[in-house]
Nanobody
Framework: QVQLVESGGGLVQAGGSLRLSCVAS????????MGWYRQAPGKQREWVAA???????NYADSAKGRFTISRDNDKNTLLLQMNSLKPEDTAVYYC?????????WGQGTQVTVST
């Protein structure tokens, strides 16, 4: 069973940065796609960014130019560097991995951006 564990969330002022990590219980090289999602209070979970096994990346419009997603296969880790954070980035951030049509989710890490 695949386990994903996120970390790196916290409280930061607007304009600040955070780096989220998602460590998998095994090798991530077999995951076709890995990504980050977020869910703000009272809102649906939304996609933030994704990276393919060949390291191709894609971002939601809200993340473009501010967030960078990457994967370190040697460390079985998915990363999300978040810069120029805004209060509207406040949410629980979830890591997701997809392998052969099966989705795996982490438990989430809270990001709170204050004004």
């Amino acid at each position: 069973q695949v386990q994903l564990v996120e970390s790196g969330g916290g409280l930061v002022q607007a304009g600040g940065s955070l780096r989220l990590s998602c460590v998998a219980s095994g090798s991530i090289s077999s995951f076709n796609v890995m990504g980050w999602y977020r869910q703000a209070p009272g809102k649906q979970r939304e996609w933030v960014a994704a990276v393919t096994r060949s390291a191709g990346t894609n971002y939601a419009d809200s993340a473009k130019g501010r967030f960078t997603i990457s994967r370190d296969n040697d460390k079985n880790t998915l990363l999300l560097q978040m810069n120029s954070l805004k209060p509207e980035d406040t949410a629980v951030y979830y890591c997701k991995a997809v392998r052969w049509g099966t989705d795996y989710w982490g438990q989430g890490t809270q990001v709170t951006v204050s004004t």
